[in-house]
């Protein structure tokens, strides 16, 4: 028969039930308790009760409201009378249910008859469990039905709209208090008849007992017994896989601008660490993205290692050595880096551009960023969508909200609801997510690791094409993902005008030219289009590359500091008479050649600027490309990623611990005759006692610290004294164990 109290109940309970109470709640078997007591004494605080409510979801969470206002926290109350306060439409059965899994966290013990609650629970759940104000002794003796119905409409309004929850109202007549027959108003009159409460200058209470008589037959209000609907949408596995490719797709072409733009021009570190405002919509502005996806991008590329801070006086974000790695690695590849980062960044990238609880506006990169719950959060949002048919979407992400919202009420926070829509945001701008389900590859990194899901993502992946378009108004149109060799090669002579199923380049002068500075011949391009290009060449794109590799390489120069050299000694008189280009200090040191002190790289960068098109070339006199590769700076250390698993100890682990406490109820409750206290009589005296017991076979009570301090007792039978060692059996775990003598604090004889 269950106790009267926790400890009782806890002490009737068999292993295994204690075994799963410490897997839900793992808090209190750290470090394992001397015995029930102590195990119940920690399940009663608050902090762990807290964690233990945590997780329950909207309708548990109603019945522990219940139980508190049934006053279960200091006398023991019948499930019945929990079934009447949850109301008409409540199935008992869900009500029991719910009764189970809170016996089940040694939130709430006791048979059905009589159920109790831990105290710790009524002060944790909430203000105002059920949406009720405080109960107010004075109206039990109160007819209060009779004094309703002598309230006017207007004043039986106000008590039934404070009814619907929440209790309290704010009113400027809450400061007044005077006699019926002054009253004004319907606040003045209900405060004057003790119907409403006065709790400070502006705000007013309804007690409990008028809020449960107004409701009727639905004491609780309108309890939600089930998750609500999760409308959802068959939209097919390959529909929502290939969907996701183009995200993944997307956001790598992003990354790669954005290196590209910090390589040449990389942005400083903000004094309390950080990316400032302005250089984050140069980002956006750069990629034609928004801020939000900008700050997405930055933060993957720090995480992932391909960004870091330089250090030093003005430190800058500077791309590491570890971009060239990644940008030659596959795009399968490199979208798994990006999502397990991003799976297990402990940071929320949507609170850049919000302000604190002190106004302070949040940065990108910085350490106000930091959440730890961001990763288990993440994880629990992706759950839900693992849990429907692979294909199935859903259609609107409210209902996600509503349904985590029920699940766990009490988590996240303020930041509830909006963490629920800004995990969705990001894992559909990484592919793990798309149309509102999640990918083949998403499922397999939550459920297998990075390694799987990238066969996986390559699997989504549009084959790559060998060929491209070329318009007549000099766009090259890539109808899909490019062979990496021909995406090089376009890239290197156009740029990307816009992205999305199908990628459209421009080229322009500026382009051609920089495809000469690299080395490529005009012969070279010609070819490319030729070879690569579905559609005709238009004569206008010929006629473009012809013109400029014709001026293209005439001036060509070399370290001297720098030479320029030409065929045509005409040209070089006028690139020396030309007073635009002085300040690059030429002096003709034969007819057709022209030597500075200056590197060549300013040279041939004044010469363009001046309306010239000079090429570089390498001490065989080809031509060579002098663009800086961009700012690197030595990148950190990359280890393994590990997916998100909290430690959790085995069962047998926790059945250990279990015949501990167990051990330490029977020792504390067996009759044992004077202790022998080692730190006031000796070790001597403990081992005088000990080899007694061990020679008439006799069970001893024995007092231990272990390793971590941590004091237990024990009721063994000894088998040997020696060696400074007791070795001796312990019925609890059918075993032979061995205990130091200097952590015996105290030993006594059981007595029969």
Same mark, same amino acid.
């Given at each position: 028969m269950s106790g009267h109290s926790l400890v009782d109940w806890l002490r009737t309970q068999d292993e295994q039930v204690l075994v799963e109470l410490l897997r839900a709640r793992p808090d209190l078997a750290t470090p394992p308790p001397a015995d029930t007591s102590v195990l119940a004494t920690r399940a009663g605080m608050r902090a762990s009760v807290v964690r233990a409510c945590e997780d329950l979801d909207a309708f548990t969470r109603t019945v522990l409201d219940a139980l508190a206002i049934a006053g279960a926290d200091t006398e023991p109350q019948p499930v019945t009378r929990i079934n009447r306060l949850m109301g008409k439409g409540v199935p008992a059965a869900r009500t029991k249910e719910a009764v189970q899994r809170l016996r089940e966290l040694a939130v709430a013990w006791g048979p059905d008859t009589a159920l109790s609650i831990v105290p710790a629970a009524a002060e944790v759940i909430s203000q105002f469990p059920g949406n009720l104000g405080r109960a107010v002794p004075q109206l039990d003796e109160v007819d209060l039905p009779e004094a309703l119905a002598k309230l006017d409409p207007a004043e039986r309004r106000l008590l039934e709209t404070l009814a619907a929850g929440p209790p309290i109202g704010r009113t400027k007549d809450a400061g007044r208090a005077v006699p019926l027959e002054r009253a004004e108003n319907p606040v003045q009159s209900l405060m004057a008849r003790g119907l409403l409460l006065r709790r400070d200058n502006e705000t007013v209470e309804l007690p409990r007992q008028l809020g449960l008589l107004l409701r009727g037959d639905r004491p609780m209000g309108q309890v939600q017994v089930s998750q609500p609907e999760l409308r959802v949408t068959g939209r097919g596995v390959s529909t929502v896989d290939s969907t996701a490719a183009g995200a993944a797709l997307e956001l790598l072409r992003h990354l790669e601008g954005l290196i590209a733009l910090w390589s040449s021009e990389p942005p400083g570190v903000l004094r309390a660490g950080g990316l400032g405002v302005r250089e984050l919509r140069r980002v956006a502005k750069e990629l034609e993205i928004d801020e939000e996806r900008a700050t997405l991008l930055v933060e993957l590329a720090v995480d992932a290692g391909l960004i870091d801070t330089s250090g030093g006086g003005e430190p800058e974000w500077v791309p590491t050595t570890h971009v060239e790695p990644f940008l030659a690695a596959a795009p399968d590849q490199q979208w798994a880096t990006l999502a397990v980062?991003?799976?297990?960044?402990?940071?929320?990238?949507?609170?850049?551009?919000?302000?604190?609880?002190?106004?302070?506006?949040?940065?990108?990169?910085?350490?106000?960023?930091?959440?730890?719950?961001?990763?288990?959060?993440?994880?629990?949002?992706?759950?839900?969508?693992?849990?429907?048919?692979?294909?199935?979407?859903?259609?609107?992400?409210?209902?996600?909200?509503?349904?985590?919202?029920?699940?766990?009420?009490?988590?996240?926070?303020?930041?509830?609801?909006?963490?629920?829509?800004?995990?969705?945001?990001?894992?559909?701008?990484?592919?793990?997510?798309?149309?509102?389900?999640?990918?083949?590859?998403?499922?397999?990194?939550?459920?297998?690791?990075?390694?799987?899901?990238?066969?996986?993502?390559?699997? =989504?992946?549009?084959?790559?094409? &060998?060929?491209? !378009?070329?318009?007549?108004? +000099?766009?090259?149109?890539?109808?899909? @993902? #490019? %062979?990496?060799?021909?995406?090089?090669?376009?890239?290197?002579?156009?740029?990307?005008?816009?992205?999305?199923?199908?990628?459209?380049?421009?080229?322009?002068?500026?382009?051609?030219?920089?495809?000469?500075?690299?080395?490529?011949?005009?012969?070279?391009?010609?070819?490319?289009?030729?070879?690569?290009?579905?559609?005709?060449?238009?004569?206008?794109?010929?006629?473009?590359?012809?013109?400029?590799?014709?001026?293209?390489?005439?001036?060509?120069?070399?370290?001297?500091? =720098?030479?320029?050299?030409?065929? &045509?000694?005409? !040209?070089?008189?006028?690139? +020396?008479?030309?007073?635009?280009?002085? @300040? #690059? %200090?030429?002096?003709?040191?034969?007819?057709?050649?022209?030597?500075?002190?200056?590197?060549?790289i300013e040279v041939l960068e004044g010469l363009r600027e001046s309306g010239y098109a000079p090429a570089a070339e390498g001490p065989d006199g080809a031509v060579v490309d002098l663009r800086p590769a961009g700012h690197r700076i030595p990148g950190r250390p990359q280890g393994a990623r590990r997916l998100f698993s909290p430690a959790r100890p085995s069962g047998e682990q926790l059945a250990s611990v279990v015949r501990q406490i167990q051990a330490g109820d029977r020792a504390a409750d067996a009759p044992r005759g004077a202790a022998v206290s080692t730190s006031v009589l000796g070790t001597a005296a403990t081992m005088a006692l000990l080899q007694k017991a061990a020679d008439e076979g006799r069970m001893v009570w024995i007092g231990v610290v272990d390793s971590h301090g941590t004091a237990s007792q024990q009721i063994v039978t000894p088998v040997r004294v020696a060696g400074g060692v007791l070795d001796a059996f312990d019925a609890v775990v059918d075993m032979v164990r061995r205990f130091p003598l200097h952590r015996i604090t105290s030993t006594a004889l059981v007595e029969d």
């Amino acid at each position: 028969m269950s106790g009267h109290s926790l400890v009782d109940w806890l002490r009737t309970q068999d292993e295994q039930v204690l075994v799963e109470l410490l897997r839900a709640r793992p808090d209190l078997a750290t470090p394992p308790p001397a015995d029930t007591s102590v195990l119940a004494t920690r399940a009663g605080m608050r902090a762990s009760v807290v964690r233990a409510c945590e997780d329950l979801d909207a309708f548990t969470r109603t019945v522990l409201d219940a139980l508190a206002i049934a006053g279960a926290d200091t006398e023991p109350q019948p499930v019945t009378r929990i079934n009447r306060l949850m109301g008409k439409g409540v199935p008992a059965a869900r009500t029991k249910e719910a009764v189970q899994r809170l016996r089940e966290l040694a939130v709430a013990w006791g048979p059905d008859t009589a159920l109790s609650i831990v105290p710790a629970a009524a002060e944790v759940i909430s203000q105002f469990p059920g949406n009720l104000g405080r109960a107010v002794p004075q109206l039990d003796e109160v007819d209060l039905p009779e004094a309703l119905a002598k309230l006017d409409p207007a004043e039986r309004r106000l008590l039934e709209t404070l009814a619907a929850g929440p209790p309290i109202g704010r009113t400027k007549d809450a400061g007044r208090a005077v006699p019926l027959e002054r009253a004004e108003n319907p606040v003045q009159s209900l405060m004057a008849r003790g119907l409403l409460l006065r709790r400070d200058n502006e705000t007013v209470e309804l007690p409990r007992q008028l809020g449960l008589l107004l409701r009727g037959d639905r004491p609780m209000g309108q309890v939600q017994v089930s998750q609500p609907e999760l409308r959802v949408t068959g939209r097919g596995v390959s529909t929502v896989d290939s969907t996701a490719a183009g995200a993944a797709l997307e956001l790598l072409r992003h990354l790669e601008g954005l290196i590209a733009l910090w390589s040449s021009e990389p942005p400083g570190v903000l004094r309390a660490g950080g990316l400032g405002v302005r250089e984050l919509r140069r980002v956006a502005k750069e990629l034609e993205i928004d801020e939000e996806r900008a700050t997405l991008l930055v933060e993957l590329a720090v995480d992932a290692g391909l960004i870091d801070t330089s250090g030093g006086g003005e430190p800058e974000w500077v791309p590491t050595t570890h971009v060239e790695p990644f940008l030659a690695a596959a795009p399968d590849q490199q979208w798994a880096t990006l999502a397990v980062g991003w799976l297990e960044l402990p940071r929320l990238p949507a609170l850049a551009g919000r302000r604190d609880e002190r106004d302070k506006l949040l940065s990108p990169l910085s350490n106000e960023l930091r959440r730890p719950n961001a990763v288990r959060e993440r994880h629990r949002v992706l759950g839900v969508l693992a849990e429907l048919p692979a294909g199935s979407c859903v259609g609107d992400v409210e209902d996600l909200v509503a349904a985590l919202a029920w699940r766990a009420p009490a988590r996240g926070g303020r930041m509830r609801d909006d963490l629920v829509r800004w995990i969705v945001a990001e894992a559909t701008a990484l592919g793990i997510v798309a149309l509102g389900g999640l990918s083949t590859a998403g499922a397999t990194l939550l459920n297998e690791g990075p390694g799987e899901a990238a066969k996986r993502m390559l699997d =989504s992946l549009p084959e790559p094409i &060998d060929h491209v !378009l070329v318009q007549a108004d +000099l766009t090259v149109v890539a109808p899909g @993902r #490019l %062979e990496p060799e021909l995406a090089a090669d376009i890239a290197a002579v156009a740029d990307v005008e816009s992205a999305g199923g199908a990628t459209v380049y421009r080229i322009t002068e500026k382009t051609v030219r920089r495809a000469l500075d690299a080395g490529r011949t005009a012969a070279e391009l010609h070819e490319l289009f030729a070879k690569r290009s579905r559609t005709p060449i238009p004569q206008s794109l010929s006629y473009l590359i012809d013109d400029i590799s014709r001026k293209h390489g005439q001036l060509r120069g070399g370290p001297a500091g =720098s030479f320029l050299r030409c065929d &045509d000694p005409a !040209l070089i008189a006028e690139v +020396l008479a030309n007073p635009d280009i002085a @300040r #690059l %200090e030429l002096r003709r040191i034969a007819p057709t050649v022209l030597v500075s002190p200056l590197a060549l790289i300013e040279v041939l960068e004044g010469l363009r600027e001046s309306g010239y098109a000079p090429a570089a070339e390498g001490p065989d006199g080809a031509v060579v490309d002098l663009r800086p590769a961009g700012h690197r700076i030595p990148g950190r250390p990359q280890g393994a990623r590990r997916l998100f698993s909290p430690a959790r100890p085995s069962g047998e682990q926790l059945a250990s611990v279990v015949r501990q406490i167990q051990a330490g109820d029977r020792a504390a409750d067996a009759p044992r005759g004077a202790a022998v206290s080692t730190s006031v009589l000796g070790t001597a005296a403990t081992m005088a006692l000990l080899q007694k017991a061990a020679d008439e076979g006799r069970m001893v009570w024995i007092g231990v610290v272990d390793s971590h301090g941590t004091a237990s007792q024990q009721i063994v039978t000894p088998v040997r004294v020696a060696g400074g060692v007791l070795d001796a059996f312990d019925a609890v775990v059918d075993m032979v164990r061995r205990f130091p003598l200097h952590r015996i604090t105290s030993t006594a004889l059981v007595e029969d």
